[in-house]
């Protein structure tokens, strides 16, 4: 064995392993799948942590690709800058935690996504933040429930199940006014029906999960910030270790590619489907704000531009039987208790986001036994018309 020859254990390491110059670039940002950086002096460590020289330490605090997808986020929602993590839930319990403190007080909307209900009504209780849920479509009572301790507003654009669209402006004055910050869950709308910032939100938060990515494959959540800077979200998210990995960062950008397009096929679609479903005679109710008997539509109009999106809900007569019948008989649409995906998918508010809470509160909020939740999907518009009307037949 000639002694410059490496042993195989050492070649098993290291061969390979220098990234090569080239003169040509990745078309796309590639998975930067590497949880650390090397550096190739120790002056560098001063120099990087001290933002003097571009550069990455450890992936749990940036990583390039996860950089990449930060930035899209942040051009599509108009913000300064955006922070990634690994779940919506993250995005949302990062962009509160990171801005109260013990004695402040959260204000929130009483329609929420139900594990944002969860971290306002039990986690932020037992750190001494107070927290008050209130009607947000009645901007009176939201006045009187500012306390001066009030740090943070919290609403969804289009809320959930019965798409309640938000008077953000009028949101953003009282916040502003009580010196509070208002935040708002976009992921409903997505950036391109509606940028929250534009009205005066301070935060955005996403469940990247949902229209971001539309693949039904990715677990991610993005906040995005106005001006202020994102370090104290991002602190919160780098020492909770809420990070999102390189690979779902790459997958959600890919996905992000085709936002666009999504939204406006998936809006399209769901408009068609809302007029059919209002005319037929087994359904009592359609909840969509692009249909002019929305109580929510003059809203629509003036916070939807992108189009009224790809989500609505329906009651179908016979209550909880009648909703069984009509779930049974669908054929290419599945019953998924998720959302946003390139296809049609139905669920059940009553048995999946709202079954800890009993049937008489419930139906006073219009989430009764028969109320059937819909993402419209990208497929040709006949095909999901066939499979809603058929099994329409058998309610
Ligand atoms: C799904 C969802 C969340 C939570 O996101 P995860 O990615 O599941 O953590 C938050 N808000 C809304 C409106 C959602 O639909």
Not at 14 to 37: C, D, E, L, N, Q
Not at 95 to 117: E, P, R
Not at 356 to 370: N, T, Y
Request: charged share 20%.
């Amino acid at each position: 064995m000639k002694s410059c020859q490496k042993t195989l254990a050492t070649v098993a390491v290291h061969a390979g392993s220098r990234i090569s110059a080239s003169v040509t670039r990745p078309k796309v940002s590639p998975i930067y799948a590497s949880s650390v950086f090397s550096f190739d002096r120790l002056d560098q460590i001063d120099e990087v942590y001290e933002g003097r020289n571009p550069g990455y330490v450890y992936s749990r605090m940036r990583n390039p690709g996860v950089d990449a997808l930060e930035e899209a986020v942040a051009s599509l929602e108009g913000g300064s800058s955006a922070v990634a993590f690994a779940s919506g839930m993250a995005a949302i319990s990062a962009s509160i935690m990171a801005n109260v403190k013990a004695g402040d007080h959260v204000l929130a909307a009483d329609v929420l996504y139900g594990g944002t209900h969860t971290l306002i009504k039990e986690e932020l209780p037992r750190r001494g933040v107070s927290t008050a849920l209130v009607d947000v479509n009645d901007i009176g009572a939201v006045k009187a429930r500012v306390k001066p301790n009030t740090a943070i507003i919290f609403c969804e654009t289009i809320s959930n199940p019965t798409m309640q669209v938000a008077d953000l402006k009028a949101l953003a004055d009282i916040a502003h006014e009580a010196g509070s910050l208002l935040v708002v869950d976009n992921t409903f709308a997505s950036p391109i029906l509606c940028q929250p910032l534009s009205y005066g939100a301070d935060i955005v938060v996403h469940s990247g999960t949902k229209y971001l990515n539309g693949h039904s494959d990715v677990m991610s959540g993005l906040a995005v910030v106005k001006a202020q800077s994102g370090d104290k979200i991002r602190s919160y998210g780098v020492t909770y270790g809420a990070t999102l990995s390189p690979f779902d960062a790459w997958l959600l950008l890919r996905g992000i590619r085709t936002l666009s397009l999504r939204m406006e096929r998936q809006s399209e679609n769901a408009m068609r489907l809302a007029r059919f479903l209002e005319s037929h005679p087994k359904v009592t109710v359609v909840h969509y704000p692009g249909l002019p008997s929305s109580r929510f539509h003059a809203l629509a109009l003036e916070y939807l531009t992108g189009g009224f999106g790809g989500m609505l809900s329906f009651e179908v007569k016979g209550g909880l039987n009648g909703a069984k019948s009509f779930i049974d008989a669908l054929d290419m649409v599945e019953l998924v208790p998720s959302l946003a995906g390139v296809s049609t998918t139905v669920s059940h508010p009553g048995k999946t986001s709202h079954r800890a809470i009993p049937l008489v509160e419930r139906e006073p909020l219009g989430v009764g036994d028969g109320l059937i939740r819909v993402s419209v999907g990208i497929e040709g518009y006949k095909e999901i018309l066939d499979d809603f009307r058929r099994a329409l037949e058998a309610v």
